[in-house]
C-alpha cells in the first residue's frame, strides 16, 4: 500500500446520511473519516446527501468526493451517478458496480456466473406472488426448511431473519411480508449454519487488490449479527485476523478478492460469508459485497486494516489520494452532429 501523501492539501468532501435506514450509522463513519483526513492534512467538509447536495458539491469546488454513506441512494449507485455528473473524482465504486453490490438477486446472479460459492436462493416479487404464505410455501419447497428471509436490496441486516426447519410457515411468511414493506423484492436463501466471516478488499489505484486479514464476528447474545449487535455497545465481539487456519484464510481472501472484481469494485469493498455449513466445516460461502462498508474508528474494515499496520489517518489518506490521481471518469469528446 503505498505510504506516500499528495503534494498538495486536497479539499475533500465526506458525503454522509440520506434517506436511508443506516443514515445514523453514516453519521458516525463520516465523523470518523473527517477526523482522519483532517489529521491527514486535508481540507475537509461534511455534506449531508439531501436535496442540496448537487448545489453544494458545485460550490465547495472539492478535488476529491469521500463518500461515507450506507444504504439506499447513497451506496446503490444513485450519489455516484450525480458525481459523474458533475464530473467529480470520489473514492469507491462507480455506479454500475455499485447499484449490482446492492442488489443481492443480481449479485447473486454475477457471482454464479464467476463460478463463486452461493447459498441456494430464490427471489420473491410481491407483484408476482399471491400472498406472504404461498409465498414461503413455494420458497421453502426450492430452498429446503430452514431459510434465511432478507432484503434485495438493504444492508446492516435490516429486514433479515433466521427460520429454524422446524418453523411454521405462517413465520417465514411474516418475515417475508416484513421485506416486502421494505422493498418489492424478497430473497429467500438456504439457512447455512457456520461461522460469520468477512474480509475486506484493498484496491488502490495503481496496485493490484489484495485482501486485509478476515474478521470473524461473534455476537453471543444475538440470534446472529444483527443491526443491534452490529452497533450497540457490547453486543458483538471480533476477532482479527479469524482464527481459520492457513488454508481457509487463503481462500477466504481469494475468495472475497474474485467477488470483489467479479462486481468491478474498486478502491475498496468488505465481502461477508458463513464459514461452515453443516458437518463440512470448511465450506465456504459468499453472502455479500459491501462497497462502502461502515468507517467508524472500530468498524470491521478499519480494525482488519490496522491489523497489518494501516493507520486509520493512513488508510482514509491513501483512498481519497487514489480517487483524486485517478480523477473523474472520462467521456468521449462530443462530435459535431452530421449535417448541422
Not at 485482501?211 to 447474545?221: D, G, R, S, Y
Amino acid at each position: 500500500m503505498s505510504t506516500e501523501h499528495p503534494k498538495k492539501k486536497l479539499r475533500v468532501a465526506v458525503i454522509e446520511g440520506g434517506p436511508s435506514s443506516e443514515a445514523g450509522v453514516s453519521r458516525a463513519s463520516a465523523a470518523s473519516v473527517r477526523e482522519a483526513l483532517t489529521e491527514a492534512g486535508h481540507d475537509v467538509t461534511r455534506l449531508e446527501l439531501d436535496t442540496g447536495i448537487f448545489d453544494a458539491l458545485l460550490r465547495g469546488k472539492f478535488d476529491v468526493v469521500h463518500p461515507a454513506v450506507h444504504g439506499a441512494v447513497g451506496e446503490d449507485g444513485c450519489l455516484q451517478g450525480v458525481l459523474e455528473v458533475l464530473g467529480l473524482a470520489y473514492v469507491g465504486s462507480d455506479v454500475r458496480a455499485s447499484s449490482v453490490a446492492m442488489d443481492k438477486v443480481f449479485a447473486r446472479k454475477v457471482f454464479q456466473l464467476s463460478e463463486l460459492p452461493v447459498a441456494q436462493g430464490i427471489a420473491l416479487r410481491r407483484d408476482q406472488e399471491k400472498s406472504p404464505l404461498a409465498a414461503a410455501e413455494f420458497a421453502r419447497k426450492v430452498v429446503g426448511q430452514a431459510v434465511v428471509v432478507k432484503p434485495a436490496a438493504s444492508g446492516s441486516a435490516v429486514g433479515v431473519n433466521r427460520h429454524e426447519a422446524d418453523a411454521p410457515h405462517e413465520e417465514v411468511a411474516a418475515s417475508i411480508d416484513g421485506v416486502w414493506q421494505l422493498g418489492d423484492v424478497a430473497l429467500v436463501e438456504h439457512f447455512a449454519r457456520g461461522r460469520e466471516v468477512t474480509c475486506g478488499v484493498l484496491d488502490l489505484d495503481g496496485e493490484e487488490a489484495y485482501a486485509l486479514p478476515p474478521t470473524e464476528i461473534m455476537a453471543p447474545n444475538d440470534a446472529f449479527y444483527t443491526f443491534q449487535a452490529r452497533y450497540a455497545p457490547g453486543r458483538s465481539v471480533h476477532a482479527c485476523p479469524a482464527p481459520l487456519g492457513d488454508e481457509l484464510t487463503k481462500r477466504v481472501q481469494d475468495l472475497a478478492v474474485r467477488a470483489h472484481k467479479a462486481l468491478g469494485c474498486r478502491d475498496l469493498s468488505r465481502v461477508d460469508f458463513v464459514v461452515g455449513d453443516g458437518a463440512d466445516p470448511s465450506a465456504v460461502i459468499v453472502l455479500e459485497v459491501n462497497t462502502l462498508p461502515g468507517f467508524t474508528k472500530t468498524s470491521l474494515y478499519p480494525e482488519a486494516a490496522a491489523a497489518i499496520g494501516i493507520p486509520f489517518p493512513r488508510l482514509c489518506d491513501s483512498l481519497v489520494a487514489s480517487a483524486h490521481r485517478r480523477g473523474p471518469t472520462r467521456r468521449n469528446a462530443p462530435l459535431a452532429f452530421p449535417g448541422a
